[in-house]
Nanobody
């Protein structure tokens, strides 16, 4: 079963940037489509972005399109989420997982955007 460890979250002012990382233990990471998801307080977890195993295709939720960029390094078993022009409504715990999601979730990384 894949283990996922997210990092890179923090407190940032509106308009700022953060880069999240997700290290995966799965040997087949390089052939797995991956996604980022987030859960805001009092809300259900939602899709943010996904990337194909080859990195050839990406897709974003409308709420982050043009501001966030998902990428991956298969040699490092790591997927990234570059977040620019952050807004207070981006405040959430961010998780990575397979796309579609499967198995257990990691602990996530907290992103807090102050206005």
């Amino acid at each position: 079963q894949v283990q996922l460890v997210e990092s890179g979250g923090g407190l940032v002012q509106a308009g700022g940037s953060l880069r999240l990382s997700c290290a995966a233990s799965k040997r087949t990471f390089s052939t797995s489509n991956m996604g980022w998801y987030r859960q805001a307080p009092g809300k259900e977890r939602e899709f943010v972005a996904r990337i194909f195993w080859s990195g050839s295709s990406t897709y974003y939720a409308d709420s982050v399109k043009g501001r966030f960029t998902i990428s991956r390094d298969n040699a490092k078993n790591t997927v990234y989420l570059q977040m620019n022009s952050l807004k207070p409504e981006d405040t959430a715990i961010y998780y990575c997982n397979l796309y579609p999601p499967g198995g257990s979730w990691g602990q996530g990384t907290q992103v807090t955007v102050s206005s």
